[in-house]
């Protein structure tokens, strides 16, 4: 007689890990611990309460090790560091600041820490700050002690596209979306807000500027990376070869080709509603498909509002990768809302069917569920959101 055939175990299905948000503010930072079904939210804060912080980052390689990005009343620019969500914060025992001046260049001093970026995977002590005024700096022992790289800050060719502290950007020139390609650690981007957008292959040894393709204000050398502003840019983490950027002066992408020297930038923004048009900060790309991306878009007037437009805001998203756009506004306010987004204040999470988040410059945060179909509030009050980053918890 035949046995019966045994019908193989299921395995069980790992649940979700819970979620974290930070929140770096005017005044502050929050973070907002998630439930599995991102239904339930707690709400742990303020830190630094009365300062500015820029950004606030989870160690994704550990889990559990925080780095803010602070501007004290009282000590300036410095970064502080937590290895337990918070409970105790350490300073920087040597934060961001750039080397003497030699005698060509003249001397400039950190305004602060605009961008955090953990290291690759393979390199677990490694982080990437970028500064204000522009400046990139590197730290090897978890964001303890810093050392700028001098082939940025204090190279002859990078130094007449960058401003100082006394103009440039209505908060400062910046340098920002610090970039590690997950496939190899020598690979790095960055842009630089005014300043281009720049890469290397060696580990910041040496630099090669990316600007084909982008488009500048009217009246200006578009061949002059000085006169590029980008605003954020976006690798796509199931595509390591396609990029993303929400620029001043437009939304394009970048597919990687086998000579980088002649990858060029495609205004996908075009393709926006024209009542709509394709300025604003932030850009947002979808963790599994990377054809899919978020924008956030503000009036783009002659003199820039940086509102809303017409006080009735909305993200839109794109599902074929620049060749269509879709408004996502259910949920938010249909009228009378002038608040706009920064540009490190619009994240999403990892799971399957992601969440957005975002903050508004008058201190709401929101979640986008369904990918951003469905718009919910879930804090008021706070002060203007500087940055908004979502995390799992170890």
């Known amino acids: 007689m035949m046995s019966p055939a045994r019908t193989p175990a299921r395995r069980a299905a790992t649940p979700p890990a819970a979620l974290v948000l930070l929140v770096a503010t005017r005044k502050g930072a929050w973070l907002l611990h998630g439930d599995a079904s991102r239904r339930r939210w707690r709400t742990d804060g303020p830190h630094f309460l009365g300062h500015v912080v820029h950004h606030l980052v989870l160690d994704p390689r550990d889990g559990r090790t925080l780095l803010a990005a602070v501007h004290t009343g009282h000590l300036g620019p410095t970064l502080f560091r937590s290895t337990d969500f918070g409970r105790r914060w350490t ?58 790289l001098a082939s940025v800050n204090d190279s002859a060719t990078f130094r007449p596209w960058m401003g100082t502290e006394q103009d440039g950007t209505p908060d400062g020139p910046k340098l920002h979306s610090v970039i590690v390609d997950p496939r190899n650690p020598a690979h790095l981007m960055f842009g630089m807000s005014g300043g281009g957008v720049h890469e290397s292959f060696d580990a910041g040894q ?21 006169c590029h502003d980008p605003h954020c840019i976006r690798l796509c983490p199931s595509n390591p070869d396609r990029l ?87 949920g938010l306010p249909s009228e009378q809302a002038w608040w706009t987004i920064k540009r490190q204040a619009m994240t999403v999470d990892a799971r399957p069917k992601p969440a957005l988040y975002l903050g508004t410059s008058s201190g709401e945060l929101w979640i986008g569920r369904d990918e951003g179909a469905r718009w919910q509030v879930l804090a008021r009050h706070l002060p203007e959101i500087y940055a908004v980053e979502v995390a799992a918890r170890a």
């Open 91 to 148: 300073e920087a025992k040597k934060p961001p600041a750039f080397a003497n001046a030699n005698t060509e260049l003249k001397a400039r001093s950190v305004n602060h820490s605009f961008w955090l970026t953990p290291g690759h995977a393979s390199q677990p002590g490694a982080w990437y700050a970028g500064t204000s005024p522009q400046g990139l700096f590197r730290s090897e022992d978890g964001g303890d002690t810093w050392a700028p």
């Open 206 to 226: 040496t630099w090669h500027t990316r600007i084909r393709g982008l488009e500048i204000v009217e009246g200006f050398d578009v061949t002059d990376p000085s």
């Open 244 to 330: 993303y950027q929400q620029n001043h002066c437009g939304i394009y992408r970048m597919d990687r080709g086998a000579n980088p020297d002649e990858d060029s930038w495609v205004r996908i923004g075009r393709k926006m509603p024209k009542s709509i048009g394709d300025s604003g900060f932030p850009m947002v790309v979808h963790p599994h498909d990377a054809d899919t991306a978020w924008v956030f878009p503000m009036d783009s007037a002659t003199v820039w509002p940086r509102t809303a437009l017409k006080g009735k805001p909305a993200a839109y998203v794109t599902r074929n990768a620049g060749r269509s756009w879709q408004r996502l506004d259910q």
